[in-house]
Protein backbone atom coordinates (compact mmCIF):
# COMPACT_ATOMS: atom_id res chain seq x y z
CA UNK A 1 0.00 0.00 0.00
CA UNK A 2 1.36 3.30 -0.59
CA UNK A 3 2.11 5.98 1.99
CA UNK A 4 2.70 9.66 2.31
CA UNK A 5 4.65 11.56 4.74
CA UNK A 6 4.88 15.35 5.87
CA UNK A 7 7.11 15.37 8.22
CA UNK A 8 6.88 19.02 9.66
CA UNK A 9 3.16 20.19 10.96
CA UNK A 10 4.44 23.46 10.42
CA UNK A 11 6.89 25.79 8.06
CA UNK A 12 7.43 29.28 9.01
CA UNK A 13 8.95 31.76 6.50
CA UNK A 14 9.17 35.34 6.29
CA UNK A 15 8.00 37.06 3.34
CA UNK A 16 10.12 37.35 0.39
CA UNK A 17 11.87 34.37 1.94
CA UNK A 18 12.22 30.69 -0.26
CA UNK A 19 10.11 28.16 1.09
CA UNK A 20 10.13 23.93 1.31
CA UNK A 21 7.69 22.34 2.12
CA UNK A 22 8.76 18.57 2.53
CA UNK A 23 6.88 15.43 1.25
CA UNK A 24 8.25 11.64 1.15
CA UNK A 25 6.11 9.12 -0.54
CA UNK A 26 6.32 5.28 -0.71
CA UNK A 27 4.82 3.50 -3.57
CA UNK A 28 5.05 0.33 -5.99
CA UNK A 29 5.96 1.27 -9.27
CA UNK A 30 7.02 5.14 -10.76
CA UNK A 31 4.50 7.52 -9.06
CA UNK A 32 2.02 10.13 -10.10
CA UNK A 33 2.46 12.59 -7.29
CA UNK A 34 0.26 15.91 -6.68
CA UNK A 35 0.40 19.01 -4.34
CA UNK A 36 -2.84 20.34 -2.96
CA UNK A 37 -3.15 23.67 -1.45
CA UNK A 38 -6.37 24.46 1.62
CA UNK A 39 -7.59 27.66 2.50
CA UNK A 40 -9.45 28.22 5.40
CA UNK A 41 -12.98 26.98 5.21
CA UNK A 42 -12.46 25.85 1.69
CA UNK A 43 -11.80 22.50 -0.48
CA UNK A 44 -8.60 21.34 -1.79
CA UNK A 45 -7.42 23.58 -4.43
CA UNK A 46 -4.38 21.51 -7.15
CA UNK A 47 -1.13 23.17 -7.17
CA UNK A 48 0.70 21.04 -9.31
CA UNK A 49 1.52 17.30 -10.50
CA UNK A 50 4.49 14.99 -11.46
CA UNK A 51 3.55 12.05 -13.76
CA UNK A 52 7.13 11.71 -15.83
CA UNK A 53 9.52 13.46 -17.59
CA UNK A 54 11.58 16.90 -15.80
CA UNK A 55 11.94 16.17 -12.26
CA UNK A 56 11.32 19.97 -11.42
CA UNK A 57 7.31 20.79 -12.24
CA UNK A 58 6.45 24.29 -11.99
CA UNK A 59 2.36 24.91 -11.11
CA UNK A 60 0.26 27.60 -10.10
CA UNK A 61 0.55 30.50 -7.96
CA UNK A 62 4.61 30.32 -8.49
CA UNK A 63 4.86 27.33 -7.00
CA UNK A 64 7.27 24.34 -8.25
CA UNK A 65 7.82 20.70 -7.20
CA UNK A 66 11.35 19.22 -7.19
CA UNK A 67 10.99 15.11 -7.47
CA UNK A 68 14.06 12.86 -6.39
CA UNK A 69 13.44 9.34 -7.15
CA UNK A 70 16.50 8.18 -5.72
CA UNK A 71 14.84 9.56 -1.99
CA UNK A 72 11.10 9.19 -3.02
CA UNK A 73 10.69 12.98 -2.42
CA UNK A 74 8.68 15.75 -3.82
CA UNK A 75 9.34 18.34 -1.76
CA UNK A 76 7.04 21.64 -2.82
CA UNK A 77 8.83 25.01 -3.21
CA UNK A 78 8.47 28.96 -3.82
CA UNK A 79 11.23 31.29 -4.35
CA UNK A 80 9.95 34.11 -2.57
CA UNK A 81 6.98 33.55 -0.14
CA UNK A 82 3.75 35.82 0.41
CA UNK A 83 1.31 36.32 3.59
CA UNK A 84 -1.46 34.85 1.22
CA UNK A 85 0.52 31.56 0.59
CA UNK A 86 -0.58 30.68 4.39
CA UNK A 87 -2.69 28.00 3.55
CA UNK A 88 -2.26 24.11 4.69
CA UNK A 89 -0.50 22.22 2.13
CA UNK A 90 -0.94 18.45 1.28
CA UNK A 91 0.93 16.09 -0.70
CA UNK A 92 -0.81 13.03 -2.59
CA UNK A 93 0.49 10.07 -4.05
CA UNK A 94 -1.28 7.51 -6.53
CA UNK A 95 0.26 4.17 -8.13
CA UNK A 96 0.31 4.05 -11.96
CA UNK A 97 -2.31 1.15 -11.89
CA UNK A 98 -4.88 0.50 -9.92
CA UNK A 99 -7.84 2.86 -8.52
CA UNK A 100 -7.43 6.13 -9.08
CA UNK A 101 -8.37 7.65 -5.35
CA UNK A 102 -5.38 9.57 -3.65
CA UNK A 103 -3.72 8.98 -0.80
CA UNK A 104 -2.97 12.00 1.17
CA UNK A 105 0.12 13.30 3.80
CA UNK A 106 -1.31 14.76 6.82
CA UNK A 107 -0.62 18.28 5.41
CA UNK A 108 1.73 21.19 6.46
CA UNK A 109 0.46 24.16 7.54
CA UNK A 110 2.84 26.93 6.38
CA UNK A 111 2.67 30.22 7.98
CA UNK A 112 4.42 33.57 6.05
CA UNK A 113 4.95 36.24 8.30
CA UNK A 114 5.05 40.04 7.14
CA UNK B 1 -19.36 26.17 -14.26
CA UNK B 2 -20.21 25.92 -10.46
CA UNK B 3 -17.36 22.57 -10.22
CA UNK B 4 -18.39 20.42 -7.24
CA UNK B 5 -21.33 21.80 -4.80
CA UNK B 6 -22.18 19.97 -1.51
CA UNK B 7 -25.03 19.89 0.75
CA UNK B 8 -25.64 20.50 3.29
CA UNK B 9 -22.20 22.82 4.83
CA UNK B 10 -23.07 22.33 8.00
CA UNK B 11 -25.15 19.72 10.25
CA UNK B 12 -25.08 18.69 13.81
CA UNK B 13 -26.57 15.07 14.47
CA UNK B 14 -27.80 12.99 17.51
CA UNK B 15 -26.34 9.58 17.63
CA UNK B 16 -28.40 7.03 15.89
CA UNK B 17 -29.85 8.91 13.65
CA UNK B 18 -29.25 8.81 9.69
CA UNK B 19 -28.03 11.53 7.20
CA UNK B 20 -27.19 11.85 3.01
CA UNK B 21 -24.50 14.24 2.08
CA UNK B 22 -25.35 14.93 -1.57
CA UNK B 23 -22.32 16.08 -3.98
CA UNK B 24 -23.15 17.60 -7.72
CA UNK B 25 -20.55 17.85 -10.33
CA UNK B 26 -21.20 19.62 -13.75
CA UNK B 27 -18.29 19.06 -15.15
CA UNK B 28 -19.08 15.90 -16.75
CA UNK B 29 -16.34 14.08 -14.45
CA UNK B 30 -16.78 10.24 -14.32
CA UNK B 31 -14.87 9.59 -10.97
CA UNK B 32 -15.91 11.09 -7.83
CA UNK B 33 -14.61 10.01 -4.62
CA UNK B 34 -15.64 10.84 -0.96
CA UNK B 35 -12.84 11.66 1.99
CA UNK B 36 -13.12 12.52 5.55
CA UNK B 37 -10.70 14.80 6.93
CA UNK B 38 -9.55 14.75 10.59
CA UNK B 39 -6.89 16.59 12.60
CA UNK B 40 -3.55 15.57 12.17
CA UNK B 41 -4.53 12.88 9.94
CA UNK B 42 -4.92 14.15 6.12
CA UNK B 43 -7.85 12.67 3.72
CA UNK B 44 -9.07 9.23 3.90
CA UNK B 45 -10.90 7.93 0.98
CA UNK B 46 -14.35 6.70 2.02
CA UNK B 47 -15.97 5.46 -1.21
CA UNK B 48 -15.46 6.10 -4.50
CA UNK B 49 -17.03 5.59 -8.59
CA UNK B 50 -15.50 5.44 -11.71
CA UNK B 51 -19.03 5.90 -13.51
CA UNK B 52 -22.69 5.76 -13.26
CA UNK B 53 -24.38 3.19 -10.98
CA UNK B 54 -20.95 1.66 -9.80
CA UNK B 55 -19.34 2.09 -6.56
CA UNK B 56 -16.07 0.94 -4.66
CA UNK B 57 -15.29 0.65 -1.37
CA UNK B 58 -11.87 3.40 -0.03
CA UNK B 59 -9.57 3.07 2.93
CA UNK B 60 -12.19 4.09 5.78
CA UNK B 61 -15.80 2.54 4.64
CA UNK B 62 -17.17 1.19 7.60
CA UNK B 63 -20.48 3.09 8.25
CA UNK B 64 -21.33 4.60 5.06
CA UNK B 65 -22.88 3.24 2.02
CA UNK B 66 -22.96 5.39 -1.55
CA UNK B 67 -25.09 5.70 -4.38
CA UNK B 68 -24.18 7.32 -7.47
CA UNK B 69 -27.40 6.66 -9.36
CA UNK B 70 -26.82 9.93 -11.90
CA UNK B 71 -23.41 10.68 -13.48
CA UNK B 72 -23.07 14.17 -11.97
CA UNK B 73 -24.37 12.94 -8.21
CA UNK B 74 -23.07 11.05 -5.78
CA UNK B 75 -24.44 10.60 -2.46
CA UNK B 76 -23.11 9.61 0.70
CA UNK B 77 -25.25 8.20 3.45
CA UNK B 78 -24.84 7.83 7.17
CA UNK B 79 -27.27 5.04 8.98
CA UNK B 80 -26.88 4.97 12.65
CA UNK B 81 -24.76 8.43 13.53
CA UNK B 82 -21.60 7.42 15.68
CA UNK B 83 -19.85 10.47 17.28
CA UNK B 84 -16.73 9.00 15.66
CA UNK B 85 -18.03 10.18 12.43
CA UNK B 86 -17.52 13.57 13.34
CA UNK B 87 -15.55 15.42 10.63
CA UNK B 88 -15.51 17.54 7.79
CA UNK B 89 -16.30 15.51 4.38
CA UNK B 90 -15.35 16.21 1.18
CA UNK B 91 -16.37 15.42 -2.06
CA UNK B 92 -14.23 15.44 -5.21
CA UNK B 93 -14.54 14.54 -9.08
CA UNK B 94 -12.06 13.85 -11.66
CA UNK B 95 -11.68 13.62 -15.68
CA UNK B 96 -10.78 10.12 -17.20
CA UNK B 97 -10.06 10.68 -20.67
CA UNK B 98 -7.37 9.35 -22.43
CA UNK B 99 -5.04 10.08 -19.07
CA UNK B 100 -4.71 8.04 -16.12
CA UNK B 101 -3.48 11.09 -14.34
CA UNK B 102 -5.60 14.11 -14.15
CA UNK B 103 -6.57 16.12 -11.02
CA UNK B 104 -9.26 15.59 -8.56
CA UNK B 105 -11.39 18.77 -7.44
CA UNK B 106 -13.06 19.27 -4.75
CA UNK B 107 -16.27 20.36 -3.01
CA UNK B 108 -16.08 23.22 -0.05
CA UNK B 109 -16.55 20.28 2.38
CA UNK B 110 -19.78 19.51 4.89
CA UNK B 111 -18.99 19.67 8.78
CA UNK B 112 -20.88 16.83 10.28
CA UNK B 113 -21.36 16.93 14.30
CA UNK B 114 -22.49 13.70 15.88
CA UNK B 115 -23.55 13.97 19.77
Known amino acids: AQSVAQPEDQVNVAEGNPLTVKCTYS??????LFWYVQYPNRGLQFLLK??????LVKGSYGFEAEFNKSQTSFHLKKPSALVSDSALYFC????????????FGSGTRLQVQP | NAGVTQTPKFRVLKTGQSMTLLCAQDMNHEYMYWYRQDPGMGLRLIHY???????AKGEVPDGYNVSRLKKQNFLLGLESAAPSQTSVYFCASSYSGTSDYNEQFFGPGTRLTVL
Open chain 1, 50 to 55: YITGDN
Open chain 1, 27 to 32: VSGNPY
Open chain 1, 92 to 103: AVRPPTGRRALT
Open chain 2, 49 to 55: SVGEGTT
